[in-house]
């Protein structure tokens, strides 16, 4: 039965190694995204003027007067002075053709106070210019930048791949025989030594000191490439895991899903009043409208400021009623357990030392991937050699 474990880890893990190896030194990197985007485009972040902040709305107003073809979705709204406004645009339907009009998805930094633009970019463009390399990078890490669901479909089935391999990986540690301890102990150490047994013991001491990183961090890519297809029903099968308003509103007929008459103003307002009664105490951070499904949703706080992630309230697009809402803290085990795993893959759930952690976490999954390929290939150069001597 060893031999069919063996077989599988080896696969398993030719599979992702490759994928893992680019998702492990991207993730690096984006462990600290925020603060690297900040340093190598500081004009994008920092607004000069000083007074009382313009309304949300009056700033998407102002940005779609200026960008006709565009409509906002997104916004991230600054709750404290001296830092810009962030709206993200995709083209609005031409109303000759019923097709977008051919214009690229763009983000544009305004300062709050003035409502003057510091930054513009398109996102996700290709690929080392200082406005183009992190949102490049994210993009990349998380759905290799492929069309349409296509690249978070591979990852998610990388994901699923790679938690399972953990498991197997952890067994194969296990020694046959006794003492148990003993034997076990030596697998957890670093002896050096020639090339293949320094990446051997790399590979397997590795992945045992850092196996309880290794998998909370396989689980959340699986949570967050594939929820409703895979995360979300297991662990429904433990605790109950209500739809999201997204999942919901999309399950309903085209004709049931209203035209938009609410502003994002009229649903800033909203949400304002809403977080009181419900008694949320940080502010509105970001604000999105789902052209698709025609509904808001305004998240309060940041996931870097709180370890339970942020709190959500979403509001229908035409009559504004409440349609459901995401408490940090709250909810079922399920509920708050996937609401968890976004500040666990960034590490932000415990802060400044889980960002440092996951960025050498993420040179190390690199790490494990390229020894892995290296101990293939030597076995695989030795089986050749021993079937040439034999012939």
């Not at 197997?168 to 034997?183: H, N, Y």
């Not at 051997?200 to 045992?208: I, Q, T």
């Not at 396989?218 to 997204?246: D, R, T």
């Not at 085990?333 to 960002?355: A, D, K, M, S």
Request: proline fraction near 6%; charged fraction near 15%; hydrophobic fraction near 45%.
């Amino acid at each position: 039965m060893r031999a069919v474990w063996v077989l599988l880890h080896r696969y398993i893990g030719l599979a992702t190694a490759l994928f893992l190896l680019m998702a492990g030194l991207t993730g690096s990197l984006l462990a600290f995204n925020h603060e690297l985007d900040e340093w190598l485009n500081p004009t994008f972040y920092e607004a000069s003027s000083e007074g009382m902040q313009l309304p949300p709305g009056t700033l998407v107003d102002r940005l779609q007067g200026q960008h006709p073809k565009l409509q906002v979705w997104y916004m991230e709204y600054p709750n404290e002075g001296g830092h810009t406004a962030l709206l993200a645009a995709v083209p609005r339907n031409n109303p000759i053709t019923g097709k977008p009009f051919e214009e690229p998805n763009q983000v544009f930094y305004l300062d709050p106070v003035s409502g003057e633009q510091t930054g513009h970019r398109n996102w996700g463009e290709c690929c080392f210019e200082p406005e183009n390399l992190i949102p490049f990078i994210l993009e990349f890490h998380y759905n290799l930048t492929l069309p349409d669901n296509w690249g978070l479909l591979l990852m998610g089935l990388v994901a699923i791949a790679w938690a399972i391999d953990c498991f197997i990986a952890l067994w194969l540690t296990l020694p046959r025989g006794k003492p148990f301890w003993k034997k076990w102990s030596s697998a957890w150490k670093i002896k050096g030594g020639h090339a293949y047994r320094l990446n051997f013991d790399l590979h397997r001491a590795g992945g045992l000191w850092l196996w309880l990183l290794l998998l909370p961090i396989a689980i959340s890519s699986v949570a967050m490439n594939l929820p409703s297809q895979v995360f979300k029903p297991v662990v429904s099968l433990f605790s109950p895991i209500e739809p999201s308003v997204y999942e919901a509103r999309g399950r309903l007929p085209a004709e049931q899903l209203g035209v938009t008459r609410l502003s994002y103003q009229q649903a800033y307002e909203l949400a304002l009043k809403e977080g009181e009664r419900l008694g949320l105490k940080v502010a509105i951070g970001e604000l999105y409208y789902s052209f698709e499904y025609n509904f808001y949703g305004a998240g309060f706080g940041q996931h870097d400021t709180d370890a339970q992630g942020k709190s959500w309230l979403f509001f229908h697009g035409t009559d504004g009623r409440l349609l459901g809402q995401e408490i940090a803290g709250q909810g079922t085990l399920g509920e708050r357990f996937y609401r968890l795993q976004l500040p666990i893959h960034g590490g932000r759930i415990i802060g400044l030392t889980g960002q440092v952690i996951i960025a050498l976490l993420g040179l190390m999954i690199a790490v494990l991937s390229a020894t892995g390929i290296y101990i293939w290939w030597r076995k695989l150069l030795a089986r050749r050699s021993s079937k040439a001597r034999k012939t």
